[in-house]
C-alpha cells in the first residue's frame, strides 16, 4: 500500500461553462452543433501526455503508477471543455471550478493497493473531499485503466463548493518520445455559489494518432487527435447541450 499526501481538489480546476437560454423550455433539448475547442483538445492531450510519463519512464515503481493515475483525473476533468457552444447559443457566466476549490491534502484512506505494475483502488483518498476506484497497469509500453474519480469540496467562498464524478477509461501505447491509443471521460459536475446551482455533464472521446513529444513528455511535436465530445449544461432549469467531432494535428499553433 502506498500513501502519500494527496492534492485532490486544486487538480479539477477547469473551466467550468454555465448555459442561460433565451427559451423557457426546461425539458431536455437536441444537442446543439458545437465549436470545436482545439486550444483545449491541445492541452488535454499535454496533460494526457505528462501524467502517462510518470508510469511510462524506465524503472516505474508502485508509487509512480499511483501519482499517474491521480494526474490522470486531472486530464479527465479537462475533456469536459472540448466542444464549447456555438457564440450566442449560450451566456458565460464567468463561474469556475478553480474559483471555488482550494487544495486539499491528506493522508490516504481507503484500499490504494499498488504492485510494481498496477494499481487497484476502492474508495482510495484523503478520506474527506477526494477518492478513486477502479484499476490501473502499466508496464511493457501499455498503459490501461479504468477510473472513477469522485471529489466533493467546499469553496474558498463561503456558500459555494462543487461535486464532481467522473469516469476514465484508457487503453494507450507509449514509449518514451510516443503516444498511440484512446482515452475517453464522462462525468458530471454540480457547482453551488450561493443561492446559485449549475451542472454541467460531459462524454468525450480522444483517439491518438501515432502523437510524438520531446523525451520527458512536454507538448505534442507530432501526429494527430481526433475528438468527439458531447456536453450538456443546465442552470435556473435552463438545459443547453451541444456536441461535436473533429481533428487536431501536432504540432499545434
Given amino acids: ?9 486544486c487538480v479539477v480546476a477547469s473551466t467550468l461553462v454555465l448555459g442561460c437560454s433565451s427559451s423557457n423550455d426546461s425539458s431536455q433539448p437536441a ?3 458545437g465549436n470545436p475547442n482545439k486550444q483545449a483538445a491541445a492541452s488535454s492531450v499535454t496533460t494526457t501526455i505528462t501524467a502517462m ?5 524506465p524503472g516505474a515503481a508502485a508509487a509512480d503508477g499511483q501519482s499517474s493515475a491521480q494526474q490522470l483525473q486531472s486530464a479527465a ?3 469536459q471543455n472540448l466542444v464549447t457552444p456555438k457564440s450566442g447559443a449560450t451566456q458565460q457566466q464567468g463561474l469556475t471550478l478553480e474559483s471555488l476549490l482550494h487544495p486539499t491534502a491528506g493522508e490516504l484512506v481507503g484500499t490504494c493497493n499498488c504492485t510494481a505494475t498496477s494499481c ?3 474508495g482510495c483518498g484523503n478520506g474527506t473531499t477526494y477518492t478513486m476506484d477502479g484499476t490501473y497497469s502499466w508496464g511493457g509500453g501499455t498503459i490501461k485503466g479504468s477510473i472513477k474519480y469522485t471529489v466533493k469540496a467546499q469553496g474558498a467562498v463561503a456558500g459555494s463548493g462543487a461535486q464532481v464524478e467522473m469516469q476514465l477509461d484508457t487503453d494507450m501505447k507509449i514509449t518514451d518520445t510516443s503516444i ?3 482515452i475517453s471521460s464522462k462525468g458530471t459536475s454540480t457547482t453551488t455559489y450561493g443561492a446559485y446551482t449549475a451542472t454541467s455533464t460531459w462524454d468525450s472521446s480522444v483517439k491518438y494518432n501515432a502523437v510524438t513529444f520531446g523525451k520527458g513528455g512536454g ?10 465530445s458531447t456536453a450538456s449544461t443546465t442552470a435556473a432549469g435552463v438545459a443547453n447541450t451541444y456536441g461535436g467531432e ?8
Avoid: N, W, Y
Fill in 1 to 9: 500500500m502506498i500513501r502519500r499526501s494527496l492534492f485532490g481538489a
Fill in 180 to 182: 498511440d491509443g484512446s
Fill in 219 to 228: 507538448s505534442p511535436t507530432g501526429g494527430s487527435a481526433h475528438v468527439k
Fill in 120 to 122: 487497484t483502488f476502492q
Fill in 53 to 57: 510519463q510518470v508510469a511510462a519512464k
Fill in 77 to 79: 476533468q479537462s475533456m
Fill in 246 to 253: 473533429f481533428d487536431i494535428t501536432f504540432p499545434f499553433k
Fill in 31 to 33: 444537442a446543439q452543433e
